[in-house]
């Protein structure tokens, strides 16, 4: 499905941005790449897998896939030393959204962002992105998309009923070099500027702005409130009995709630 060469095509003159590797399968390919990053890997260094065994999601959730129907990737990316990772997880999800419309995968349905690292379609889960910092070297980072072409025909049914894929026929190729060139562009910004000169683009995508939602957590009881957005750091605003809390923790999850 994948082809290195047409995807250096669809990149043109970013594809000399990125060293990629196109693997038949892997275990995890933020794993191996943060093994990579360790022993030194430069920055724009770039792994896909055809199949990913042991894909991983956040909050250790497993990331389903299959052969062709799927695109998963990690990207290295090494920051200007002192550069603070806040809020890069809702960076990337901007750079996955407007990669999405400019291919024309928004199709019937719009593509939004949820807190803090979800893409959904239609409401639904269309993908995922895990953010994890190399040891050793807080400026670096390993961004990690999964992505649903088409959904799984194993994929679980409590899974299935909340994904969504892709509802247009896009060269998965020509899909890879958008999200690639979106993420160049977008984590150039982020080293310079930080996450508050891509908030309004999150903001403006924003499934939940001014709604009624529930947090969820596996250490503490759930909570309602009014999601008012998301903080020049990346921290959710909810709105509880009139004052406004920052969550911080990446450890809980949104819902929207009646």
């Given at each position: 499905m994948f082809d290195l060469t047409a995807i250096a095509q669809a990149l043109g003159a970013d594809a000399c941005r990125f060293d990629a590797e196109l693997l038949p399968e892997c275990a995890s390919t933020n794993a191996l790449l943060l093994a990579r990053a360790e022993n030194g890997a430069p920055s724009g260094s770039v792994l896909i897998a055809e199949t990913q065994t042991a894909g991983r999601g956040r909050r250790g959730r497993t990331w389903h896939s299959a052969p062709g129907d799927s695109l998963t990737f990690s990207l290295l990316w090494r920051f200007a030393p002192g550069t603070l990772p806040l809020g890069l997880s809702l960076a990337a999800g901007?750079?996955?959204?407007?990669?999405?419309?400019?291919?024309?995968?928004?199709?019937?349905?719009?593509?939004e962002l949820k807190w803090p690292n979800d893409v959904l379609k239609g409401g639904r889960k269309l993908a995922g992105i895990?953010?994890?910092?190399?040891?050793?070297?807080p400026h670096a980072a390993v961004i990690g998309i999964g992505l649903n072409l088409r959904l799984p025909a194993a994929l679980p049914d409590e899974v299935r009923a909340h994904s969504a894929a892709l509802d247009a026929a896009i060269d998965p190729n020509v899909l890879l070099a958008a999200l690639l060139v979106e993420l160049r562009a977008t984590l150039e910004i982020f080293g310079?500027?930080?996450f508050r000169a891509l908030r309004e683009a999150w903001l403006a995508r924003h499934a939940f702005q001014d709604a009624p939602v529930r947090l969820l957590s596996d250490f503490a009881p759930p909570r309602e409130g009014i999601c008012r957005g998301v903080d020049e750091t990346g921290a959710l605003l909810l709105e509880t009995a009139g004052d406004i809390e920052r969550i911080l923790s990446g450890e809980v999850s949104l819902r929207g709630a009646a």
């Open positions: 901007v750079a996955v959204s407007e990669a999405l419309v400019k291919v024309g995968a928004d199709g019937t349905a719009p593509v895990l953010v994890e910092l190399v040891p050793g070297a310079t500027q930080g």
